[in-house]
Structure formats: C-alpha cells, structure tokens
C-alpha cells in the first residue's frame, strides 16, 4: 500500500472513530496541536508519530510508573510514555508480569497522567483484562482511558489480537499492538526467549503484524526479534514500528525507565543499554544520610529552626512550674 493510501486510510478510520472534530482536528499542524481546543492539549498525537515516521525521525518512547517519571518524560521531550506492566517486576516486586491486576494498573496510569500532559499516553493492558472475550477487552480498555486517564492501550498479540483491536479502534480507542517477545507469555515459552530466528517464525510474527495494521492498530512494539526482521517489518508496515531488542532500523525505540536509568538490580536483557545511572547516586545518597544522622552532622543549625531566647528563658521556667522535666533537669 503506497504511504499516501495509508494516511488516507488511517484518517478515514480515525475520523470515523472520533467524529468530525478529529477530522478538524487532525487537519492542524502538529505544533499547533497544543493551541487547539482538544480536551488533553497534547502536544503528540498519533498524526504527529506518523509525521516523525515519515521524515525518518526516531521515536523515543519510555516506561514511567508514578508521577514523578511521567513528569521527567514530560520535561525531557519523550514522544510516547508507556506505562508498562513491566511495572509488576520494577515497581511493585512480583515475580512476573501476569501477576498485574487491572486496578494495580489504573491507579499507576492515574499517576503518571497527572505528570504528562504532552507525550502521548499509552498503557499496557494487563494480562487476563482483553483474552476472556473482545466484550470484556472493550470494558477494561474503556475503564484505563476513563479512570486510568490513558489516551492509549497496549496488547501483546499476533493474530489472535485482530478482532480486539478492531473492535477498540471503532469506538475510539487507539491501540499498540506488540508482537515477537510477548512478556506475559514467558510460562508457556519457557523463559523470555527471542523470537523470529527461523524463517516460518519470521514469517509468522511479519504476517501478524500486517494483519495487526489491517485491524486498525495505530502503531506496533516489536520485542526481541533480529534486527533484519524489524527492519523488514518496518519497511512493510504504514504504522510506526518500536522496538525493544529489535535492532536500529524500527521507526523508534523503548526502554524500561528501570533499565535505561540503571534502577532495576534484576536480570539485564541483552537489549538494554544504562544511559543513567540512579543506582550509583541512590547508593552515595542512602550512604551519606545514614552517615550524618550517625555523625549527627545533620541536620545543621540552617536546616532546623529557631525561637527568640526570652521565649525560650520563659519556657523553662513555666516548665519547671509545670513540673515539666526536660533540658538539664535530667538528674
Ligand atoms: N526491567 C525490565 N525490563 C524489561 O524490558 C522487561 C521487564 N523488566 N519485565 C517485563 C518484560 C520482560 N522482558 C524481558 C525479559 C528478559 C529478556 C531476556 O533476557 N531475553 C534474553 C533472550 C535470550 C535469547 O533468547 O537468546 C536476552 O538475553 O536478551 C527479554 C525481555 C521485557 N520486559
Ligand atoms: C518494554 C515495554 C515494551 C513493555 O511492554 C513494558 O514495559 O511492559
Ligand atoms: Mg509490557
């Protein structure tokens, strides 16, 4: 499909999804998108990562959990904030992703909300809240966009995913698929394990994501494949493409907050790469509180507070009328 057929076709289906004031909407330059009367003023829409995709402009997208990281996606320019349920193992110290319950995920999407406006929102949903069937997918995906205050969710799924993603996108819901490693299948898979290193798998996880689009997804997360495959993939579809340990030639890229921010002290897959280093400031930080309360070098005269030596001299005295004992009246 020529790329101008696509974006005609995604605005059709857009436009159908939210009415004529997305097709007004829609019309805008993305850096007006902020000006526009839209209810969430964000600065990045899904026409705003179809732009970046087409001038080859990478997308950035990382995980954030609570406020404060949805803020520092927010401040730093990231283009999409995912909250992962990755969140499960990072965050809130379960053995696995499938443990995640659908309301552990909305109060931690409501969070991150509150600290990003302009990235586009995006959150995973957990495991067991869209396989029952696509009337309980629908009501978990409405319930994290109306309580989670999510503009997006995620599912991990191959053909499987089609009918839930068509079902979410006719009533307004934008969906990212993610294919290859699907985390919240790792009992069945024996383990996190690449996917795609054969030619039929390849071929599997390149059909399922042609037919992911074809539902209506507006973007896909390709998790662990080889990089030939992601960027074969990418040059098939007319949606972005983001990769996790997918090599460099998706539309864009995701790391786990934990992982690129050097946090999580668990297993490191080969994809991840530490740009930061939390770890080392969080370890000389706990080191040097616990040392100066020690020390009682801390807190110091500029760190505690006052009160005028007459009232002070006053207070003693009604004390020790009082029968009060305290400063120097230990013995
Ligand atoms: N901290 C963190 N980062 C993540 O990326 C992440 C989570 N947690 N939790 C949920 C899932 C689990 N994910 C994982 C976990 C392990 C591997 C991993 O170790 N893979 C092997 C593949 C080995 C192979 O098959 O050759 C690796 O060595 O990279 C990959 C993705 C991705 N998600
Ligand atoms: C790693 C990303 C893609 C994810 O699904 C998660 O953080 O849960
Ligand atoms: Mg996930």
């Given at each position: 499909?020529?790329?101008?057929?696509?974006a005609?076709?995604g605005?059709?289906?857009?436009?159908?999804?939210?009415?004529?004031?997305?097709?007004?909407?829609?019309?805008?330059?993305?850096?007006?998108v902020?000006?526009?009367?839209?209810?969430?003023?964000?600065?990045?829409?899904?026409?705003?990562?179809?732009?970046?995709?087409?001038?080859?402009?990478?997308?950035?997208?990382?995980?954030?959990?609570?406020?404060p990281?949805?803020?520092?996606?927010?401040?730093?320019?990231?283009?999409?904030?995912?909250?992962?349920?990755?969140?499960?193992?990072?965050?809130?110290?379960?053995?696995?992703?499938?443990?995640?319950?659908?309301d552990?995920?909305?109060?931690?999407?409501?969070?991150?909300?509150?600290?990003?406006?302009?990235?586009?929102?995006?959150?995973?949903?957990?495991?067991?809240?869209?396989?029952?069937?696509?009337?309980?997918?629908?009501?978990?995906?409405?319930?994290?966009?109306?309580?989670?205050?999510?503009?997006?969710?995620?599912i991990?799924?191959?053909?499987?995913?089609?009918e839930?993603?068509?079902?979410?996108?006719?009533?307004?819901?934008?969906?990212?698929?993610?294919?290859?490693?699907?985390?919240?299948?790792?009992?069945?898979?024996?383990?996190?394990?690449?996917?795609?290193?054969?030619?039929?798998?390849?071929?599997?996880?390149?059909?399922?994501?042609?037919?992911?689009?074809?539902?209506?997804?507006?973007?896909?997360?390709?998790?662990?494949?080889?990089?030939?495959?992601?960027?074969?993939?990418?040059?098939?579809?007319?949606?972005?493409?983001?990769?996790?340990?997918?090599?460099?030639?998706?539309?864009?890229?995701?790391?786990?907050?934990?992982?690129?921010?050097?946090?999580?002290?668990?297993?490191?897959?080969?994809?991840?790469?530490?740009?930061?280093?939390?770890?080392?400031?969080?370890?000389?930080?706990?080191?040097?509180?616990?040392?100066?309360?020690?020390?009682?070098?801390f807190?110091?005269?500029?760190?505690?507070?006052?009160?005028?030596?007459?009232?002070?001299?006053?207070?003693?005295?009604?004390?020790q009328?009082e029968?009060?004992?305290?400063?120097?009246?230990?013995?």
């Open positions: 499909m020529s790329s101008f057929l696509a005609f076709r605005r059709v289906l857009l436009s159908r999804a939210y009415g004529v004031e997305a097709r007004r909407w829609m019309s805008v330059r993305p850096e007006e902020a000006s526009t009367s839209t209810a969430r003023r964000r600065k990045v829409t899904i026409q705003y990562l179809n732009q970046l995709r087409k001038a080859g402009t990478p997308i950035t997208m990382v995980t954030a959990y609570d406020y990281t949805g803020r520092a996606c927010e401040t730093h320019g990231v283009d999409i904030t995912l909250v992962g349920d990755s969140l499960a193992q990072v965050c809130l110290g379960y053995d696995s992703t499938t443990r995640l319950t659908l552990e995920m909305i109060h931690h999407c409501r969070a991150v909300a509150r600290g990003s406006k302009s990235p586009f929102l995006v959150a995973d949903m957990p495991f067991g809240s869209y396989h029952v069937n696509t009337d309980e997918a629908v009501r978990n995906a409405i319930r994290m966009v109306r309580e989670g205050g999510v503009e997006g969710v995620k991990e799924a191959s053909f499987e995913g089609v839930i993603i068509r079902k979410l996108t006719s009533i307004g819901i934008p969906v990212m698929a993610h294919v290859g490693l699907m985390p919240q299948r790792h009992t069945f898979f024996s383990g996190y394990r690449v996917q795609g290193r054969t030619a039929a798998c390849a071929l599997e996880i390149a059909q399922g994501a042609r037919a992911l689009q074809e539902a209506g997804a507006f973007a896909i997360v390709l998790e662990a494949i080889p990089r030939l495959l992601g960027m074969y993939i990418t040059k098939q579809l007319d949606i972005p493409t983001i990769g996790i340990g997918a090599g460099v030639h998706t539309d864009g890229q995701v790391l786990v907050w934990d992982d690129l921010m050097s946090v999580w002290g668990g297993h490191k897959a080969k994809f991840v790469r530490q740009f930061g280093d939390v770890k080392s400031a969080v370890e000389s930080g706990l080191k040097g509180y616990t040392k100066a309360v020690r020390e009682r070098s807190p110091d005269d500029a760190e505690s507070y006052s009160m005028p030596d007459e009232e002070w001299e006053k207070f003693l005295k009604l004390a009328q029968g009060l004992r305290g400063a120097g009246d230990h013995s």
